[in-house]
């Protein structure tokens, strides 16, 4: 369909189905380079998330093929008369339908042959930085940064997620408590506002904007560019799990691991994980094929009769030229530490290899039709405080024995994360990152259920409300407004909201985060 037509329909389909009355001229003056489809299987991809709870149809999809074609779409948005939205859909690897709108259009960010002619992903090997596209996934911009010896230094379990995907939320893992988040790690971004205007910001340029979008649920401005500090890349892993029955004793060690932040790198680890084992039968789960298949570990045979055992999963870095020490710098860490003296599990791996382990279990699930189900997720930020009283009422109370999915626990320490950024984590110095990553079957068994789980993420969630324990939820859910204001606080919700005012003042963006409720359109 010609592109004026194309638009037409849309704006047809506009008002048809939401029955707003548009001034249609603000749109048919759109001229985009990329793509505008209108396609269904472009519709139903745009509808749908890794969550598979929610489903909502945008009018058209654009496919844009540079930041400029963003920018027009958001500017002819902002300037129609009625509440047009405007969603950036990064790898759609929401839970609940953040990157869905039914009453505007989704921008699939995925990087399409039009933004690669830009010549991203670009390193600069002096400055060691990468300029990624902000629909880029993090598996490509790791390869091509290896192709220059360089890596980003702090991570996602898993890499098919986009950067302006991850950056809009945080992006942590085991590295966080040494190297922060990802958006500890960014130099500076282009972002679209919701007025449509294109531009660079960074610590020292508009920098109010910069602070907002990152963590900022897309509330504020679309990332299309994304400047990320880069290291030398190490070239191989040492991947070890050692187990506790005893969380105090786990927990104890695994703050002791992250103090360490401020040594040298041969006297700390490069990641610190952890995770909660409730299941009976064998030490296994969907986020890796670490213990193997022929070896298997019976939980029992560490003699906790039924109890809950907890895994705390550390790595070393070390290149090829430097491998002679590092069995010394590893055993002398481990040394200090309480586990089960029987449970050390051991691998080495290319680094590539181990940073992309997720995908492998990924393919795995995929292959017994185990991916495309629902998930509902529930991932908090625990105050250090009260991790045991959350272990005693969760882990070993709510939970009982089947979890549906792997359960992380790791701690992280504040100081590494920035206060003018959106994003909110507990008033402590440290605390715990507490994700349980279900997966809802349709197996006849009730405690698989989508609905058993739901119910259970509710029951937790109350349990902390009930005991005082001021959780924070990491990539946030709310339908309240009331629930915004608090899960912000009152600071930080007044600057969450001038913020909005400032940068997308039609309140045009990332609808499906349900924070602010559209000016004119009938539903979220
Ligand atoms: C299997 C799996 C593993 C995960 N592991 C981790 C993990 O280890 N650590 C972690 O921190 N998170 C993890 N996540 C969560 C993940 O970081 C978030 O779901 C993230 O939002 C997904 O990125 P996406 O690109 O798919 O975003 P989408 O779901 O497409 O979008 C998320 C939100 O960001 C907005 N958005 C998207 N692109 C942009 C942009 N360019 N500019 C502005 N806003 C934008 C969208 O509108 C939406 O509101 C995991 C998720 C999955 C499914
Ligand atoms: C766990 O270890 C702590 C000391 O580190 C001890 O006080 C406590 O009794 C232990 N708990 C159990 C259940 O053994
Ligand atoms: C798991 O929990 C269920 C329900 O509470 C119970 O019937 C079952 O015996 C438990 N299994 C084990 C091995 O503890």
């Known amino acids: 369909m010609a592109p004026k037509l194309l638009l037409t329909f849309v704006i047809y389909r506009l008002i048809s189905t939401v029955g707003l009355t548009l001034d249609p001229t603000d749109l048919l003056r759109l001229e985009v380079d990329g793509h505008l489809s209108v396609d269904p299987s472009d519709v139903k991809t745009a509808s749908v998330d890794f969550g598979m709870m929610n489903r909502a149809e945008p009018l058209a999809v654009l496919h844009p093929s540079s930041a400029e074609d963003v920018a027009r779409l958001v500017g002819a948005a902002y300037g129609s008369a009625h509440g047009l939205s405007v969603s950036a859909r990064g790898h759609g690897h929401s839970i609940n339908g953040q990157a869905q709108t039914s009453s505007g259009v989704v921008i699939e960010m995925s990087a399409s042959k039009g933004v690669r002619q830009w010549g991203l992903p670009r390193v600069s090997e002096q400055s060691r930085y990468v300029d990624a596209w902000g629909g880029e996934l993090w598996i490509d911009v790791l390869k091509t940064t290896l192709e220059h ?135 296994n789960n969907w986020r890796s094929s670490f213990f193997s298949p022929r070896n298997p570990v019976k939980i029992s045979s560490f003699g906790t009769n039924g109890g809950v055992l907890y895994c ?33 599990f051991t691998t080495d791996l290319p680094y590539v290899d181990f940073l992309d382990r997720v995908h492998k279990a990924e393919l795995k699930l995929r292959s017994k039709g185990l991916w495309d189900v629902p998930h509902p997720w529930l991932n908090l930020f625990v105050p250090r405080s009260r991790i045991a009283d959350f272990d ?52 006849g068994d009730e ?64 609808t499906g985060q349900r924070i602010f409720k559209p000016m004119a359109a009938s539903s979220w």
């Not at 919701?194 to 509330?219: D, I, M, P, R």
């Not at 600071?491 to 005012?501: A, G, I, N, P, Y």
Request: a negative charge; one cysteine or more.
């Open 312 to 344: 705390l999963e550390i790595t070393k870095n070390y290149h090829e030229s430097t491998a002679d020490t590092i069995d010394q710098d590893v055993e002398a860490l481990l040394k200090r530490l309480d586990f089960i003296p029987s449970s050390v």
């Open 392 to 443: 005693e009422g969760v882990f070993k109370g709510i939970l009982g024995n089947k979890t549906s999915g792997p359960i992380l626990i790791y701690p992280m320490n504040k100081n590494k994360w920035d206060d003018r950024t959106s994003v909110v984590t507990p008033e402590e110095d440290v605390f715990y990152l507490v994700a349980l990553l279900r997966s809802a079957l349709d197996s």
């Open 447 to 510: 405690a698989q259920s989508l609905e058993y789980l739901s119910n259970q993420n509710r029951q937790i969630l109350r349990f902390c409300d009930d005991a005082g324990i001021k959780v924070k939820q990491y990539l946030p859910h709310y339908t309240t407004q009331e629930d915004w204001v608090d899960h912000f606080g009152d600071d930080k919700w007044t600057l969450f909201s001038k913020r909005k005012m400032d940068f997308d003042p039609r309140r045009i963006l990332a």
């Open 149 to 283: 010896g360089l890596a980003p230094k702090s991570w996602t379990d898993y890499l098919y997620l986009s950067v302006g995907g991850t950056l809009s939320n945080a992006g942590i893992s085991g590295q966080a408590f040494n190297h922060g988040p990802q958006i500890s790690n960014v130099y500076e971004l282009d972002v679209v506002t919701g007025k449509g205007e294109l531009l660079t910001c960074s610590e020292e340029q508009n920098s109010e904007l910069f602070h907002a979008v990152l963590g900022g649920l897309g509330q504020f401005g679309i990332i299309t560019r994304a400047r990320i500090g880069l290291e030398p890349a190490p070239q191989r892993v040492r991947w070890i799990r050692v187990l506790y029955s005893n969380f105090s004793t786990f927990t104890k060690d695994q703050e002791y691991l992250i103090s360490l932040h401020g040594q040298p790198p041969n006297q700390k680890f490069d990641y610190v994980e952890g995770f909660v084992i409730v299941d009976e039968g064998l030490i």
